[in-house]
Nanobody
Framework: QVQLVESGGGLVQAGGSLRLSCAAS????????MGWFRQAPGKEREFVAA????????YYSDSVKGRFTISRDNAKNTVYLQMNSLKPEDTAVYYC?????????????????WGQGAQVTVSS
C-alpha cells in the first residue's frame, strides 16, 4: 500500500511559478514510478508528467514540456512538480499517482495509488 498526500497548490498570476510536493508512505515508494495528472472542471483527468523509480527517466505531456519539471527524493519519499511560466489553462486539480513498477507510463490506468489532489489556479 502507498498513501499519497499532495501540497503546495494555490493561486498564482499568469507567468508565475508553483512547486507541488507529494509525500508518500509505504516501503514501495523507492521502487515505484510516479506521475502527476490534472483535471480541470468538466474535463477528463489528463497526464502531466512522470518519473521512473530512480529518477533517471522522465516524461512530459506536450502542453507542459519546457515549463514543468518533475523530480523525486527517494530518501524523503517525496516527488515534486516544479511549474514555471504558468498559464490560465494550467488551472486544475493536480493529482499525484504511484505505480509499483519501475518504468514510466503516461496512462492513468497504469497507476494504482492516487492522492486527494491539490488545487492550482492561475489568474490572467
Amino acid at each position: 500500500q502507498v498513501q499519497l498526500v499532495e501540497s503546495g497548490g494555490g493561486l498564482v498570476q499568469a507567468g508565475g511559478s508553483l512547486r507541488l510536493s507529494c509525500a508518500a508512505s509505504g516501503r514501495t515508494f523507492s521502487t515505484s514510478a510516479m506521475g502527476w495528472f490534472r483535471q480541470a472542471p468538466g474535463k477528463e483527468r489528463e497526464f502531466v508528467a512522470a518519473i521512473s523509480w530512480s529518477g533517471g527517466s522522465t516524461y512530459y505531456s506536450d502542453s507542459v514540456k519546457g515549463r514543468f519539471t518533475i523530480s523525486r527524493d527517494n530518501a524523503k519519499n517525496t516527488v515534486y512538480l516544479q511549474m514555471n511560466s504558468l498559464k490560465p489553462e494550467d488551472t486544475a486539480v493536480y493529482y499525484c499517482a504511484a505505480r509499483p513498477r519501475r518504468t514510466v507510463t503516461p496512462t492513468k490506468g497504469d497507476y494504482e495509488y492516487w492522492g486527494q489532489g491539490a488545487q492550482v489556479t492561475v489568474s490572467s
